[in-house]
């Protein structure tokens, strides 16, 4: 079974800085594209950041001050948060692409921590 476990979500002044980690857990056999993705209250889940062996991709509003990195030995994605806004405030989910060793590639999500930035 495999899990995405996410962590490092909580509260922050605007200006600030946080640091979110994913870790694809289970019986996997290869990972493919990993990433982010934020639901604020009222509003669609958006991408806002994604990691493949061919590169990055960011949404306009994070470039700049979000960077995402991954630990392929570790199946880990980093998303590292600088200068955060309120308008970052959101549920963000952890995603992969992920092939287990058992069954075809299938989309994981995980179960979404909390970001929440004061003004």
């Known amino acids: 079974q495999v899990q995405l476990v996410e962590s490092g979500g909580g509260l922050v002044q605007a200006g600030g800085s946080l640091r979110l980690s994913c870790a694809a857990t289970g019986s996997i056999f290869s990972t493919d594209a990993m990433g982010w993705y934020r639901q604020a209250p009222g509003n669609q889940r958006e991408l806002v950041a994604i990691?493949?062996?061919?590169?990055?991709n960011y949404a306009d509003s994070v470039k700049g001050r979000f960077t995402i990195s991954r630990d392929n030995a570790k199946n880990t994605v980093y998303l590292q948060m600088n200068s955060l806004k309120p308008e970052d405030t959101a549920v963000y989910y952890c995603?992969?692409?992920?092939?287990?060793?058992?069954?075809?590639?299938?989309?994981?999500w995980g179960q979404g921590t909390q970001v929440t930035v004061s003004s």
């Open positions: 990691i493949t062996s061919g590169g990055t």
């Open positions: 995603y992969g692409g992920i092939r287990p060793r058992v069954g075809p590639k299938y989309d994981y």
